[in-house]
């Protein structure tokens, strides 16, 4: 187990590593065996063949609400064919998230990182980008070209297939000119010298209507539709004991299932499962639970977890994920909200209050700015002139609109108890 035990909510969701306690949650998410085996069939399609061991490219979109097991069931699918005969030394897995590829040249240096192409393509500045896309004189499309140009010399004498992996595909499909799905589908209607297969994940069921004509016309049309994995509670407590149940670790075992006799465990998975469904919930709460567990596991670890992970509200939580400098600024508005009997600020006068701080840790004005907006997003503040665009809002710190603060003073001292490791200087301020 682990030696550093996470005793506030921020540490369990700053150290949501794979746990080999729950080492099992790979397996495919309980109700999907017949989406698993169709799954399957198409990533062989292009990986391992058919009977005449010809290779084929496709792609399949999967759909599904949040949190439902969507990601948990394409990588059980691709764990699970790990005794198909030479599956693994015939495929390269490429793992694209929309969050984190936000721009095309982002997507195509992931695809080249993964790929182990050394000649990365890269260019004199990478701070600079331009609307149209140009980078070293290329557009993206003459890029990506490139990339797929190494990436076949790289993995044609290998005689290996491609398994491109788009999670929160919509992303992709708000992207200008959807370049990186246009490419990428073109490539697996079109290019027989490397079989490609592309599964996208999404919760949008309307993503296929996001998709530009030529890009639509080059998918395969293939979809998988993932509803709630559990049909009741029983298959819901069934699922928990599984992840926690370590097969070879027979001690380990007999003690979860002595545990899973206590009806303590059983009254707080109910309650879990009554305030949501989703496999994400379950999953996140067994790693808190082992995160904060001695070497032995107690029916005490049960409710601190839960204690942490729902005794608090919402935003107190997303408080206690904010950056150094984010919870800077939310220390600057609550000292505005003791200081003033008003309970609106402005950022320009915000920055005044702690701009000495501020220099010690190098945050400068832009830096400071993007904070605010960072809070802004989350809601946990709102400008009070609702009819000024958001835009607007934050043209510079001269600007005139007031914001308040959505969370109360009880919250606050929730945060300052809870956040770990505030620095000395900050607690100065408060």
């Given at each position: 187990?682990?030696?550093?035990?996470a005793?506030?909510?921020?540490?369990?969701i700053?150290?949501?590593s794979?746990?080999t306690?729950?080492?099992?949650?790979?397996?495919?998410?309980?109700?999907?065996?017949?989406?698993?085996?169709?799954?399957?069939?198409i990533?062989?399609?292009?990986?391992?063949?058919?009977?005449?061991?010809?290779?084929?490219?496709?792609?399949?979109?999967?759909?599904?609400?949040?949190?439902?097991?969507?990601?948990?069931?394409?990588?059980?699918?691709?764990?699970?064919?790990?005794?198909?005969?030479?599956?693994?030394k015939?495929?390269?897995?490429?793992?694209?998230?929309?969050?984190?590829?936000?721009?095309?040249?982002?997507?195509?240096?992931?695809?080249?990182?993964?790929?182990?192409?050394?000649?990365?393509?890269?260019?004199?500045?990478?701070?600079?980008?331009?609307?149209?896309?140009?980078?070293?004189?290329?557009?993206?499309?003459?890029?990506?070209?490139?990339?797929?140009?190494?990436?076949?010399?790289?993995?044609?004498?290998?005689?290996?297939?491609?398994?491109?992996?788009?999670?929160?595909?919509?992303?992709?499909?708000?992207q200008?000119?959807?370049g990186?799905?246009?490419?990428?589908?073109d490539?697996?209607?079109?290019?027989?010298?490397?079989?490609?297969?592309?599964?996208?994940?999404?919760?949008?069921?309307?993503?296929?209507?996001?998709f530009?004509?030529?890009?639509?016309?080059?998918?395969s049309?293939?979809?998988?539709?993932?509803?709630?994995?559990?049909?009741?509670?029983?298959?819901?407590?069934?699922?928990a004991?599984?992840?926690?149940?370590?097969?070879?670790?027979?001690?380990w075992?007999?003690?979860?299932?002595?545990?899973?006799?206590?009806?303590?465990?059983?009254?707080?998975?109910r309650?879990?499962?009554?305030?949501?469904?989703?496999?994400?919930?379950?999953?996140?709460?067994?790693?808190?639970?082992?995160?904060?567990?001695?070497?032995?596991?107690?029916?005490?670890?049960?409710?601190?977890?839960?204690?942490?992970?729902?005794?608090i509200?919402?935003?107190?939580?997303?408080?206690?994920?904010?950056?150094?400098?984010?919870?800077?600024?939310?220390?600057?508005?609550f000292?505005?909200?003791?200081?003033?009997?008003?309970?609106?600020?402005?950022?320009?006068?915000?920055?005044?209050?702690?701009?000495?701080?501020?220099?010690?840790?190098?945050?400068?004005?832009?830096?400071?700015?993007?904070?605010?907006?960072?809070?802004?997003?989350?809601?946990?503040?709102t400008?009070?002139?609702?009819?000024?665009?958001?835009?607007?809002?934050?043209?510079?710190?001269?600007?005139?609109?007031?914001?308040?603060?959505?969370?109360?003073?009880?919250?606050?001292?929730?945060?300052?108890?809870?956040?770990?490791?505030?620095?000395?200087?900050?607690?100065?301020?408060?």
């Amino acid at each position: 187990m682990m030696n550093n035990r996470a005793k506030t909510i921020s540490d369990v969701i700053g150290n949501l590593s794979p746990s080999t306690r729950i080492g099992n949650s790979l397996r495919c998410p309980p109700g999907y065996e017949k989406e698993k085996e169709y799954l399957s069939s198409i990533i062989k399609t292009a990986v391992v063949g058919n009977k005449d061991g010809k290779k084929s490219s496709t792609s399949v979109i999967i759909f599904g609400p949040p949190e439902c097991g969507k990601t948990s069931f394409v990588e059980s699918t691709l764990a699970g064919l790990k005794d198909v005969k030479k599956f693994h030394k015939s495929r390269k897995v490429v793992r694209l998230n929309g969050y984190l590829c936000t721009t095309f040249k982002s997507a195509i240096d992931e695809i080249c990182r993964q790929l182990n192409i050394k000649d990365m393509l890269t260019s004199d500045d990478d701070n600079v980008e331009s609307e149209n896309l140009i980078m070293q004189g290329n557009t993206f499309d003459e890029r990506l070209e490139q990339a797929l140009v190494l990436m076949k010399e790289n993995l044609a004498n290998y005689k290996k297939s491609v398994v491109f992996i788009l999670d929160n595909l919509e992303l992709f499909a708000e992207q200008p000119n959807q370049g990186l799905l246009y490419n990428l589908f073109d490539l697996a209607a079109n290019n027989s010298s490397i079989p490609v297969c592309i599964i996208g994940v999404t919760c949008r069921v309307d993503v296929l209507e996001m998709f530009e004509k030529r890009v639509k016309s080059r998918f395969s049309h293939r979809k998988i539709n993932l509803v709630g994995a559990f049909k009741d509670f029983d298959d819901y407590n069934t699922y928990a004991f599984n992840l926690l149940v370590h097969w070879e670790d027979e001690s380990w075992n007999n003690s979860i299932e002595k545990l899973y006799k206590s009806n303590q465990i059983t009254v707080i998975l109910r309650s879990i499962y009554d305030n949501n469904k989703s496999m994400g919930q379950l999953v996140t709460y067994l790693y808190t639970v082992m995160l904060v567990a001695d070497d032995e596991l107690k029916k005490s670890d049960f409710q601190t977890a839960y204690d942490q992970m729902f005794s608090i509200s919402s935003k107190v939580k997303m408080a206690l994920d904010l950056s150094t400098n984010e919870l800077l600024v939310l220390i600057a508005i609550f000292k505005q909200i003791q200081n003033n009997t008003q309970q609106a600020w402005q950022p320009k006068v915000l920055y005044k209050d702690i701009e000495k701080v501020a220099a010690s840790f190098s945050l400068k004005r832009e830096d400071f700015m993007q904070a605010v907006r960072k809070i802004h997003s989350l809601q946990l503040i709102t400008a009070v002139t609702s009819s000024q665009r958001l835009g607007d809002a934050f043209v510079n710190l001269n600007t005139e609109t007031y914001f308040k603060s959505e969370l109360s003073f009880h919250e606050f001292q929730e945060i300052w108890s809870r956040y770990p490791h505030i620095p000395s200087s900050f607690q100065e301020l408060l």
